[in-house]
């Protein structure tokens, strides 16, 4: 069974542009997690989708958006990159629920230059 | 929301038995507590959760004492590959559903 993928693995972008990363979560899994992480630090929580509804937002500016598809695959659009947004950005899928184990893909590294 | 303390990093040697332990004073009644290991440039892999007392899987064990405002997370003989940094993280979902970051994890590092 196929894991959680994540598309492109590697992204260079300039400062100002807009850049879109993809997620497909595990078949059967309908809540999709995106995190930040910056080199060397811990994880940051971006957005929690589930049944393509945002359930939770981290404490992140308004720029950084996305959105759940029917197929319960996702988007993070980050718009007017700055140069700190430079992070690996992992997305993570599981059941609905408390206690349901959640799986993490590889993660796309995302360079602004 | 629940906070956890970690230490920074860790040494160990290969064949030994490493206890990472994870402060969580203001653990919720509901909380769980998972654990994930990542290794550079992947994505955390789930280790082990578990509520209290003892839990032991194929890979490691978790001790959670009655009150709960610690874990203990052990792996016995490590080796090479088990160099990564270590996650505690406490919630009523394994991702704890951003309630609450990773925070800044474990560095173990295994020598041979």
């Known amino acids: 069974e196929a894991g959680v993928t994540q598309s492109p693995t590697h992204l260079i972008k300039t400062r100002g542009q807009q850049a879109t990363l993809r997620c497909s979560p595990i078949s059967g899994h309908t809540s999709v997690y995106w995190y930040q992480q910056a080199l060397g630090l811990g994880l940051q929580f971006l957005l929690w989708?589930?049944?393509?509804?945002?359930?939770n937002r981290g404490n992140f500016p308004p720029r950084f958006s996305g959105r759940q598809f029917p197929n319960y695959s996702s988007e993070l659009n980050v718009n007017a990159l700055e140069l700190e947004d430079s992070a690996l950005y992992l997305c993570?899928?599981?059941?609905?629920?408390?206690?349901?184990?959640?799986?993490f893909g590889q993660g796309t590294r995302l360079t602004v230059v | 929301l629940a906070k956890t303390t970690q230490p920074i990093s860790m040494d160990s040697y290969e064949g030994q038995e490493v206890n990472i332990t994870c402060s969580h004073n203001n653990i919720a009644t509901n909380d769980y507590i998972t654990w994930y290991q990542q290794f550079p440039s992947q994505g955390p892999r789930f280790i082990i959760q578990g509520y209290k007392t003892k839990v032991t899987n194929e890979v490691a064990s978790l001790f959670i004492p009655a009150d709960r405002k610690s874990s203990t997370l052990s792996l016995p003989r490590v080796s090479l590959s088990d160099t990564a940094v270590y996650y505690c993280?406490?919630?009523?979902?394994?991702?704890?559903?951003?309630?609450?970051?990773f925070g800044d994890g474990t560095t173990l590092t295994v020598k041979p």
């Open positions: 989708y589930d049944e393509g509804e945002e359930r």
């Open positions: 993570a899928s599981s059941f609905l629920g408390k206690n349901t184990e959640a799986f």
């Open positions: 993280l406490v919630g009523d979902y394994y991702t704890n559903a951003g309630k609450s970051t």
